[in-house]
């Protein structure tokens, strides 16, 4: 059986929950196949409107959604911003445990949600099976997909999981989206999802307003200072927390208007900077690879890598943001001295050798007491510093081999900044407002969630509590012991997450002797690892044009020369002066003859 809706409603929900009154020429093909109860998979640019093409069919189909996603702060920020339209949403992922995730299946059967999002490892685990199996499900959407494909360039384990759990649900619509697959993934995404052929939309990964240049330095921020003094809005791509902040701090003291970006920060600092970032009033995000999917920002003038990305399809995922408006725009790559050395030890040290990964394996295990065949379900939090002294090893090696295990599917370590609280009412408001005398002065935090929770009364919502202190004109601390007072009164359930670092054991443990079962998967895993690293460092060392190196990355055979990268002309080096102009005129030149092609052929 399959799912269909009309076009026109399509669009109505687009008007009514984004204030769109047109869907983009991608996203309508997708749309107009979907609308037909086609399966899909969309090879969509990201910054491209992914989410809409699964999120609009979600409101319009009779039953549940599930969108299976990789990312927990993706996944958190997206139900953030479906509720803030009014939308039904809730996600399941390792940050929850199995209490909390107990809320959200009821809420899924009593509360209408229309969308829930579920992390791969959650999708085999008994308890969100067994609910999930007596719901009907109407469509199912991989985003991401990509990742279910060994050959992929970010591989994982759980997202095998997705085929045995489409075969379970039988959904009545199955989506799976990308911004990049070559061929080799997307035949193995059509086996591993699909129950019949899907229609695929793919538009080439060819832009024409993008001009590469590499340049080696060993002056990285002199050269970045010198960049960001033109005034384009930027974002600098940077691999790690730390970096992020330092070069937004010495850009700010540089007077430039820049701010920080990474996957730590909470949903409202995050889109504050969108925000501010969109409307102009910051002029550079340094970010690390978090900033881009599901951001919209149409007038990025200049991408900048700082870093290394370890493959060429995140490169191009990222230097993509760039001109998404259709105007000329910059991808500029500093290299410092050593950088290349550092990116092969780096993927070198994230395959430390199975014999010592083994060691910590045990160890993990016999530290949080849990016995041979023992363990799925269960989540821990960790000290790394703690961990690794107790160990007599340096952090660094032990989060390799931690990170090791995640890859091959043992277990994950979850970093989560922050802390959440959620509350569930047990009476009804009528029922709230006989006990006012009896309550005296906690009456009025109930009496403000009444006003300030819409959705109070429906199931589990999730608290701004430190917000709702400021609001309220009280200390957090009395707003928490109010809190605890209702809860032990019965009038309330809460619920809180804390922050800190976190391992969900995925499978029960096994004896050393079976760890063996893992030298094929490890040897594999390696090796694709190393294979994406040699992409990328032989496109920093090719002498082809930058843009035809990657298109015949992705597999695309023809393709002729950009004419707008450094290597394509001398002229255009990175710290010339004039290097900009110079583009900036073939661009123009380019531009007119595309366009004088276009009449010709009208
Ligand atoms: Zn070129």
């Known amino acids: 059986m399959t799912e269909s809706f009309l076009i026109e409603d399509a669009l109505k929900a687009l008007q009514k929950y984004w204030n769109y009154s047109n869907f ?51 996944m958190e920020d997206q139900v953030s911003d479906l509720k803030s339209r009014n939308i039904r949403a809730e996600a399941i992922h390792s940050g929850h445990t199995w209490g909390n995730i107990d809320r959200i299946l009821d809420n899924c ?29 109407s469509l199912v959407a991989v985003d991401e997909a990509h990742c279910i494909s060994q050959w992929g360039h970010d591989f994982r384990p759980s997202y095998l999981e997705i085929s045995q759990f489409i075969d379970e649900v039988s959904p009545k619509q199955i989506i799976a989206l990308t911004a990049t697959a070559t061929d080799k993934v997307l035949s193995e995404l059509v086996k591993l999802i699909f129950r019949r052929p899907p229609v695929i939309i793919k538009g080439s990964f060819r832009r024409d307003n993008i001009s590469i240049r590499i340049k080696e330095t060993e002056d990285k921020i002199g050269v970045l200072l010198k ?144 016995g041979l065949h023992e363990g799925e379900g269960m989540t821990k939090p960790v000290k790394i510093e703690k961990l690794a002294s107790k160990f007599g090893i340096p952090n660094k090696k032990l989060i390799n081999a931690l990170r090791l295990w995640q890859k091959l599917g043992v277990w994950e370590v979850v970093e989560d900044a922050r802390s959440r609280t959620y509350c569930a009412i047990t009476l009804s408001p009528q029922e709230i407002r006989k006990e006012e005398n009896r309550l005296e002065d906690s009456y009025f935090v109930l009496d403000y969630f009444m006003r300030h929770y819409e959705q109070l009364f429906t199931g589990w919502i999730q608290l701004d509590i430190e917000r709702d202190a400021k609001r309220m004109k009280i200390p957090l601390t009395e707003l928490n012991d109010k809190l605890d007072y209702l809860c032990g009164l019965k009038y309330l359930k809460i619920y809180k997450l804390e922050p800190g670092t976190k391992i969900n054991f995925l499978k029960n443990r096994i004896s050393s002797h079976y760890l063996e079962e893992f030298k094929l998967k490890y040897d594999h895993l390696k090796k694709m690892s190393e294979e994406r690293s040699k992409g990328i460092s032989g496109f920093l060392e090719s002498q082809e044009c930058r ?31 004039t290097s900009d102009i110079e583009i900036q005129r073939r661009y123009n030149e380019q531009h007119a003859l595309r366009n004088q092609h276009l009449r010709n052929i009208e």
């Open 24 to 74: 983009r020429e991608r996203q309508a093909e997708v749309i107009n196949n979907l609308s037909r109860g086609e399966n899909l998979i969309a090879l969509l640019p990201t910054g491209g409107g992914k989410s809409i093409c699964y999120q609009i069919p979600a409101i319009l189909h009779t039953d549940l959604s599930i969108v299976i996603s990789p990312l927990i702060s993706l």
């Open 227 to 370: 960049l960001c003094a033109q005034g384009y809005k930027t974002i600098i791509y940077v691999r790690s927390r730390r970096q992020v902040q330092m070069i937004a701090k010495t850009l700010t003291n540089h007077g430039r208007a820049a701010a920080y970006y990474h996957a730590g920060l909470s949903f409202k600092e995050k889109s504050k900077i969108q925000e501010r970032f969109k409307l102009g009033k910051l002029q550079i995000v340094a970010a690390t690879n978090a900033f881009g999917m599901g951001i919209d920002i149409s007038d990025i003038q200049r991408v900048i890598h700082f870093d290394i990305p370890p493959s060429i399809e995140e490169y191009y995922q990222e230097i993509g943001r760039a001109g998404r408006d259709g105007k000329l725009s910059y991808a500029d790559f500093l290299i410092g001295k050593n950088d290349k050395k550092y990116n092969k030890q780096k993927v070198k040290d994230s395959f430390p050798p199975l014999d010592f990964a083994n060691k910590v394996y045990k160890f993990i295990h016999v530290h949080f007491n849990i």
């Open 547 to 577: 843009m035809s190196y990657i298109l015949s990355y992705f597999g695309e055979i023809e393709h002729k020369n950009c004419g707008m990268c450094d290597i394509c002309n001398a002229h255009l080096k990175l710290d010339n002066v």
């Open 109 to 137: 059967v009593y509360g209408d949600i229309k969308i829930l999002y579920v992390s791969p490892e959650r999708l085999q685990h008994p308890l969100f099976k067994e609910r999930v199996l007596k719901m009907n499900i």
